[in-house]
């Protein structure tokens, strides 16, 4: 294995933020493991070395352009709580992806372009997250407060330069709160130069031809103009969780606190009202109170958390 002093140069580089020093030392630590035969050893760091050159290229380019926030996300496709339907869509989104090379020698493009639509909370930014996880690519989500400005013109150059690095960089790309720039052209209320910002994203998606995946996400898909829809591979619809899935997500997150908690149909059916998210963070509330209590974790403990989520939509609604 490496030396002490070739440890040394590695966390010297990596606490100083020297992306070259760290690099140069992981190659020298692949020639040091290959002049004692370890072969495999040196082939493995030599890809860490090119993982980290690829890396620091996708986030300098991140702050110097300012328009998306990055992330390697590593949450795998099981941890997605959705209809039988839902994930079978996305499986084949996956599979086509890794298999795009056999689908282009037969003169057919994978699916890459998917609009995600549904209620708040049900699982659509973490879709983008897990197709990122399961292709190994990095997340860039796209900085929408960068991307529309008061000036006119400026948002449309900034969406080439966005579409620019979806062509250099690939990756899956999110742009979330879709309908911030694909709202209906025809409403009474839209006004000239969001409408021509969204002719120029149709013109740049059209056009796009690289090997990232473009995810579009919207709580309003009555809000999108119709002619955005056939620019997409895939629409896929998100909703509420069903009683079964909401015990699912029950148990998921309180057996991995307590293996001997199972969710009953009652519960999980007052959960099913919620969505997802809403579901996963009374779960956490209920495990931060096991906690702090020293309690197990209960039905009635869950119950009263799910009440008092349920009972800020009464509110609201009598409020409005």
Do not use: W
């Amino acid at each position: 294995m490496a030396t002490n002093d070739q440890v040394k140069q590695l966390a010297k580089a990596h606490y100083s933020g020297d992306d070259d020093a760290f690099r140069s030392c992981l190659l020298q630590i692949a020639a040091y493991e290959a002049k004692r035969g370890h072969a495999q050893a040196a082939r493995e760091f030599k890809a860490l070395a090119e993982q980290q050159r690829q890396k620091a290229k996708i986030v300098n380019l991140t702050q110097i352009e300012g328009l998306f926030q990055v992330a390697y996300p590593t949450i795998p496709l099981n941890r997605l709580i959705v209809s039988d339907v839902l994930m079978a869509k996305l499986q084949r989104v996956i599979d086509e992806y890794r298999q795009r090379g056999k689908l282009a020698d037969y003169g057919y493009a994978n699916r890459r372009r998917i609009l995600l639509e549904g209620a708040p909370g049900t699982g659509k930014t973490m879709t983008a997250a897990v197709i990122a996880a399961e292709l190994s690519l990095p997340l860039f989500t796209v900085q929408m407060d960068k991307l529309i400005t008061k000036y006119m013109g400026e948002t449309s150059v900034k969406l080439r330069q966005i579409f620019s690095a979806i062509e250099r960089n690939v990756g899956v790309y999110l742009f979330d709160e879709f309908d911030a720039i694909g709202a209906d052209r025809s409403l009474d209320n839209e006004v000239g130069e969001m409408r021509r910002i969204l002719n120029s994203f149709l013109q740049f998606i059209e056009s796009d031809s690289s090997d990232s995946i473009i995810i579009a996400a919207t709580n309003n898909r009555q809000m999108l103009d119709p002619a955005l829809f056939r620019r997409f591979d895939d629409v896929l619809h998100y909703e509420l969780p069903t009683t079964e899935e909401a015990k699912h997500i029950i148990d998921s997150v309180i057996g991995g606190y307590d293996t001997t908690f199972y969710a009953s149909n009652e519960l999980a059916e007052k959960a099913s009202l919620l969505c997802q998210a809403e579901i996963v963070q009374v779960c956490n509330d209920a495990i931060k109170g096991s906690l702090l209590s020293g309690e197990s974790v209960t039905e009635d403990m869950i119950s009263a958390l799910l009440g008092e989520r349920l009972g800020v939509y009464k509110v609201d609604q009598k409020v409005s």
